[in-house]
């Protein structure tokens, strides 16, 4: 089970998710497959954000962090291709069958904390 203890500074709206785990045996918390961890990681990032925003994040803010991170929506990213469709069409389908459970469970232990 994750655990991680969120920091939060209110005066500058800054977050920091810290790792406490004592794991000794250096497994991995989650695992996906190689091919995925990409994806994975977007996932996390878009949905850590919407955490931090309240749940709410504008599909105008979406592109904004995208881009932020050097991931554009008008031209194919090397690593993820069609950003758009990615995140409107496949990450929401595979939300409903694989990945949200995963991922709520994850948030929940967080933010319970």
Same mark, same amino acid.
């Given at each position: ?96 069958? $694989? ?10 232990? $967080?933010?319970?904390?």
């Amino acid at each position: 089970m994750l655990q991680s203890n969120a920091i939060c500074n209110t005066m500058q709206q800054a977050y920091m998710l810290v790792n406490v785990l004592d794991n000794k045996y250096d497994a991995a918390h989650q695992t996906w497959p190689p091919e995925d961890h990409a994806n994975i990681g977007l996932v996390m990032v878009i949905l850590s954000v919407i955490f931090m925003k309240g749940n709410i994040l504008s599909e105008e803010d979406l592109y904004d962090l995208l881009s932020r991170l050097g991931i554009s929506q008008d031209r194919p990213d090397d690593t993820f291709g069609d950003v758009k469709h990615l995140i409107t069409t496949d990450f929401v389908r595979q939300a409903c069958d $694989i990945l949200l459970p995963k991922i709520i469970a994850t948030i929940f232990v $967080i933010s319970s904390l």
